[in-house]
């Protein structure tokens, strides 16, 4: 069963805008970590905040997790065109063995 | 890093032949690989958890006899999808994890199998 829910499904800006997604959860959680699908292939990690952290960066990545609300975002700044892709949030199961994915936001990028 | 090498990344097969993906560890001892499934514009869905040694623990409306999971060794887990029918068609994934590093640092997946069934 999928973990939680991201806003929007889909997200079109041009290249230098800010492309913010976010992801609510259902569960509590020992870290909620974010995933980058182009089209047809398989996924790369971004990166991973536990859940005790507020805010993490990553190059021109920042998540913010707020564990009262259960949700989660992904700011990408100064996009481009590469940022093109899927963008999933996963949390690990109740056991604490496998990743259960969010349904995902659809970033476009035009140049 | 942790790479994880998928092969097939796409097959074509008729209906009711059977098809073995194959997921490894190229540079560590994966415990634990998961096998995912995805649709069309659609998330990733656990299929089933592989330990290695051990029966692979499916998810619920995940048939066991249909998808045959095979973790004989540290470094390789196979998918087998047998009597296949195109409701089988789909993006396969899967990702080794369960290692307390994957805690840190994110769990790492396979490029994907892509499976069409004619």
């Known amino acids: 069963s999928q973990q939680g829910e991201e806003d929007p499904q889909a997200l079109s800006i041009q290249e230098g805008e800010n492309a913010t997604m976010n992801c609510s959860y259902k569960?509590?959680?020992?870290?909620l970590q974010w995933y980058r699908q182009n089209s047809g292939r398989g996924l790369v990690h971004l990166i991973l905040?536990?859940?005790?952290?507020r805010e993490k960066h990553s190059g021109r990545l920042r998540v913010t997790l707020d564990t009262s609300k259960k949700s989660s975002s992904l700011l990408i700044t100064a996009s481009r065109a590469a940022d093109t892709a899927s963008y999933f949030c996963?949390?690990?199961?109740?056991?604490?063995?496998?990743?259960?994915f969010g349904k995902g936001t659809t970033l476009s990028v035009s140049s | 890093g942790a790479v994880v090498s998928q092969h097939p990344s796409w097959v074509i097969c008729k209906s009711g032949t059977s098809v073995k993906i194959e997921c490894r560890s190229l540079?560590?001892?994966?415990?634990?690989m998961f096998w995912y499934r995805q649709f069309p514009k659609q998330s990733l869905m656990l299929m089933a958890t592989?330990?290695?040694?051990?029966?692979?623990?499916?998810e619920q409306g995940v048939e066991k006899d249909k998808f045959l999971i095979n973790h004989a060794s540290l470094t390789l887990s196979t998918l087998t999808v047998t009597s296949a029918h195109p409701e089988d068609s789909s993006f396969y994934i899967c990702?080794?994890?369960?290692?307390?590093?994957?805690?840190?640092?994110?769990?790492?997946f396979g490029s994907g199998t892509r499976l069409t069934v004619v």
């Open positions: 990702s080794a994890g369960g290692q307390p590093v994957a805690a840190y640092y994110g769990y790492t």
């Open positions: 996963a949390t690990e199961n109740q056991a604490g063995t496998a990743l259960i």
């Open positions: 569960t509590s959680i020992n870290n």
């Open positions: 905040i536990r859940s005790n952290e």
């Open positions: 540079d560590f001892q994966a415990t634990t």
């Open positions: 592989s330990n290695e040694g051990s029966k692979a623990t499916y």
